[in-house]
């Protein structure tokens, strides 16, 4: 199983942190409890009043989430759900959104919580969307990674020696 070697479960405190959400809007079923899942681990952290936005696709994650990661929030996390067809069409979004989605965290130094599931059938969707008999919750799992840098982030601006330097950081968390 994809989830196995997780780290474990631990409470992540995102008081304060502003978050948006973007989720694409194909495949109700598997969105509607990704998108339940993310809001269920912002609401356990803490976090009042995320951003939630609503978009046709997966290709149009990564422009959304430039968006929302320009706006100053503190983290974005992007859900959507692709699932294998008859054509290339499935490699094309597929690329299009991890990439765009890895340009928009890199450029804008905003975690992007990477909850784009990429599935051979509509079942590893199921089985991957937090869903009553669902073996993992994507939409949980990519909210809290991205709550996670997002404290990672702001700790390190203050520990972040100025001018350059070496000096070691511990993982917490």
Same mark, same amino acid.
């Given at each position: 199983?994809?989830?196995?070697?997780?780290p474990g479960a631990t409470r992540i405190d995102g008081s304060g942190l502003r978050v948006g959400v973007?989720?694409?809007?194909?495949?109700?079923?598997?969105?509607?409890?990704?998108? &339940?899942? @993310?809001?269920? !681990? *912002?609401?356990? +952290? $803490?976090?009042?009043?995320?951003?939630?936005? =609503?978009?046709?696709? /997966?290709?149009?994650?990564?422009?959304?989430?430039?968006?929302?990661?320009r706006s100053g929030l503190d983290a974005v996390v992007a859900l959507g759900t692709v699932v294998?067809?008859?054509?290339?069409?499935?490699?094309?979004?597929?690329?299009?959104?991890?990439?765009?989605?890895?340009?928009?965290?890199?450029?804008?130094?905003?975690?992007?919580?990477?909850?784009?599931?990429?599935? &051979?059938? @509509?079942?590893? !969707? *199921?089985?991957? +969307? $937090?869903?009553?008999?669902?073996?993992?919750? =994507?939409?949980?799992? /990519?909210?809290?990674?991205?709550?996670?840098?997002?404290?990672?982030?702001?700790?390190?601006?203050?520990?972040?020696?100025?001018?350059?330097?070496?000096?070691?950081?511990?993982?917490?968390?």
């Open positions: 199983m994809s989830g196995t070697g997780a973007v989720a694409a809007s194909w495949h109700d079923q598997v969105m509607g409890g990704l998108l &339940d899942g @993310a809001l269920r !681990a *912002l609401s356990e +952290a $803490g976090v009042n009043d995320p951003v939630v936005v =609503r978009v046709p696709g /997966s290709f149009e994650l990564p422009v959304v989430a430039a968006r929302l990661a294998r067809g008859g054509t290339p069409h499935f490699d094309y979004v597929c690329q299009a959104a991890t990439a765009g989605l890895t340009e928009v965290s890199v450029q804008t130094g905003v975690p992007i919580g990477f909850g784009l599931l990429t599935c &051979d059938t @509509a079942e590893q !969707a *199921l089985d991957r +969307a $937090g869903l009553p008999g669902s073996h993992e919750d =994507r939409g949980y799992e /990519s909210t809290q990674a991205a709550l996670r840098t997002a404290l990672t982030l702001r700790d390190l601006a203050g520990v972040l020696p100025p001018g350059g330097g070496h000096r070691v950081i511990p993982v917490t968390g």
